[in-house]
């Protein structure tokens, strides 16, 4: 029988030393994903070790500025572009920072606009 998945809201303050922590115990960062809910955007911080997944979320405003964790896990620079590019939301201090360019896309920061029905219209939220 599998255990439950359990993913722990901390806050945005927490973001880095909750990876450093996971570093420090042997975790390896799977990946970090982000979805808007809402007004909100919610970004979830997956780690892993020994197949047993630590899992942190946090839910922000689109102006709050998240710390970068590249400084933990390098890699996770592409993660933290895709956010800014994808999404529009700030994130300090990346290591590898793109300042947008990473994705070349047709709308700005297309996962957070909304398509109206009426000609199809996109609007940046």
């Known amino acids: 029988m599998m255990a439950a998945q359990v993913i722990t809201p901390i806050g945005v303050g927490d973001v880095v030393s909750k990876a450093g922590q996971a570093k420090k115990d042997g975790y390896r960062l799977v990946q970090i994903g982000c979805t808007k809910i809402g007004d909100d955007f919610e970004i979830i911080y997956v780690y892993d070790k020994d197949f047993t997944l630590l899992s942190y979320r946090i839910t922000v405003k689109e102006d709050v500025v998240i710390p970068s964790i590249s400084s933990e896990y390098f890699g996770a620079f592409v993660y933290e572009n895709e956010i800014h590019d994808l999404y529009g939301l700030h994130v300090s201090g990346i290591n590898i920072d793109f300042k947008g360019t ?9 996962f957070n606009v909304t398509i109206t029905k009426e000609g199809d219209s996109c609007q940046n939220k």
């Open 102 to 110: 990473f994705y070349k896309t047709a709308i700005k920061h297309p």
